[in-house]
Structure formats: C-alpha cells, structure tokens
C-alpha cells in the first residue's frame, strides 16, 4: 500500500507564499503523476497541479502562472510553491500519486491525508 507523506498547510496573507511538499512512501515501482488537488467548502474538488514522470507539468487555469511544481525526484517527492496567494485560495489541499506497485499492471490513484491551506489577513 502506498503511504503519502505531506508537508502541513498553514495561514497565510494574502499575497504571501507557502511551500507544499509530498513524498510516496516505499512500495512505488513507477510513478505516473504526482501532484495536487483542492477542495474549497460547498466545492467539487480541482486539480491544482501535477507533473509527470517525465517532467511534464499542468495547472488548474485559476493558477495564473502564481504557482510552480517540481519533480517528482529520485526518491518520488514533489514540491508545489504558491505565490501570490489569494482568499480564494483557501481550501483542504490534497497530494496524490498515481502510481504502478506491481510492474507490468496500470497505476492506481493514492491520496494524502489533505492539508488545510487558509489564506487570510
């Protein structure tokens, strides 16, 4: 079973930035994509960013250029910086992987714990 390990959300004002981290635990043979998902209250859930295995990136269209996410790197980690935060930005943010565990067969889908993010004066 694949463990997502993230970094803890956090207040911020707006404007302000804030670092996400999130690293797959042991059992990954091959990563597909890693990256994030948010919710916001009374919302669907949107993808924030990802990235593939080959390095190919993707942003949800709210982003604007004001966010970046890297990897994932050697030991499947990925890292999300967000700039410019805004109040609606403020959501329950959730790392994810899809990753392979058993060569040969298609990647499942795997979820953190999600991390409030609240960006407030």
């Known amino acids: 079973q694949v463990r997502l390990v993230d970094s803890p959300g956090g207040l911020v004002q707006p404007g302000g930035r804030l670092r996400l981290s999130c690293a797959a635990s042991?059992?990954?043979?091959?990563?597909?994509?890693m990256g994030w998902y948010r919710q916001a209250s009374g919302k669907q859930r949107e993808l924030v960013a990802s990235?593939?295995?080959?390095?190919?990136?993707t942003y949800g269209d709210f982003v604007e250029g004001r966010f970046a996410i890297s990897g994932p790197w050697s030991r499947n980690v990925v890292h999300l910086e967000m700039n410019d935060l805004r109040p609606e930005d403020t959501a329950e943010y959730y790392c994810?992987?899809?990753?392979?565990?058993?060569?040969?067969?298609?990647?499942?889908?795997?979820w953190g714990q999600g991390r409030q993010v609240t960006v407030a004066s």
């Open positions: 994810y992987v899809d990753a392979v565990t058993v060569p040969g067969t298609p990647g499942n889908i795997y």
């Open positions: 990235v593939t295995r080959d390095g190919v990136a």
């Open positions: 042991e059992g990954v043979v091959r990563i597909n994509s």
